[in-house]
């Protein structure tokens, strides 16, 4: 691979995965959604609808007291409950409600929309390669900074 192309891979990936957000908070604006809710609905409705209140501000890359801001936000907006958990006071769960649910397939079907028109100029065998790769490339990260 010549120099130039290793070198600009890191952003090329950092361009692809920006351009790919930023689209999906377009599509996704007429819903009321900022960025950080619609991915915060995505993780809890992918790790089976709760999370610890600690485990959703590591997904999102955040700090306590902007997830506390979030979670507090959505609560208000009936997106999703926040419960204490037995025994342990200091730990919050935070599960989706129905309204929330009912939102995630508008939000999963705009989605799955994008990913077609973003990956339609590639073979299935093409997308099944990038899939492998990115995901070998990401083990490689993780465990580098383990």
Not at 12 to 19: A, F, P
Not at 45 to 54: P, T
């Amino acid at each position: 691979m010549p120099t130039d192309r290793l070198e600009s891979l890191g952003l090329l990936i950092h361009g692809l995965s920006k351009g790919w957000r930023e689209e999906m908070d377009r599509r996704l604006k007429p819903l009321g959604l900022t960025r950080v809710q619609w991915q915060a609905l995505l993780w809890l409705s992918r790790r089976g609808g709760a999370l610890m209140q600690r485990e959703l501000a590591d997904l999102l890359e955040i700090g306590a007291p902007a997830t506390v801001a979030l979670v507090d936000r959505m609560e208000r907006d009936g997106l999703v409950a926040r419960s204490a958990v037995p025994g342990d006071r200091r730990r919050n769960a935070v599960t989706l409600t129905a309204h929330a649910r009912r939102l995630l397939r508008t939000i999963e079907s705009i989605a799955s929309g994008l990913r077609r028109e973003v990956l339609a100029g590639l073979t299935r065998e093409e997308v099944r390669t990038l899939h492998a790769l990115l995901d070998k490339a990401k083990r490689r990260v993780d465990e580098l900074r383990s």
